[in-house]
């Protein structure tokens, strides 16, 4: 097991890749803090610090879309985290599978899970 | 094509996940500021900003190990790139294909491509 002290955090946080354990699909980044990674690791369900709600975040915790740790991998300079996950529904708040379900010329790519007036 | 100014630098910088377009393999996690950004869609080459460095990096300059764009990808909330990439060679500094070449056991589950001492 990696010695989370080796982990560097940056203001307390470190980035957080989630990605389709079967597919491959890239469905969400955010950040974790060092509770959140250990709740993760403890429960096997992925956790992040919300920037924006200041707060301990178990992701899919109301909308029921939670995501199951297959693996997590650490990058070479230990300030990465890239978790292979089993996502219940949609990543997405906007109701898409994944978060990057547009492309840089406005395009929708991504697939449509769920109509998020009836979830939030 | 969307807006370069609606996309929301953090302190001048974006996020940028690079997986390979075939495999689906994520293969690094670096930034790019809106230079970088520029560089990357003009050229189709990847480009980042390096924070340790503080210049412009074109990824492989020195390797060889370039990175061409197949597609360029935004999340939900205009603060996460996802490109979807060519690698040349490897995209880790330490000779793997992948910078997540551990998990958080400790193991190392990552193909080595290149010895780093041939190549830098």
Known sequence: MID?????FD????????QDNETGEVLMFAYMNREALEKTIETGIMHY???SRQKLWKKGESSGHLQTVKELLVDCDMDVLLAKIEQEGGACHKGYRSCF???IEGEVVGEKMFNPEDVY
Do not use: F, Q, T, V
């Open 4 to 8: 989370l002290d080796e982990l560097k």
């Open 11 to 18: 203001n307390g946080l470190i980035p957080a890749i989630a």
């Open 49 to 51: 610090w919300s920037r």
């Open 101 to 103: 379900y547009r492309n």
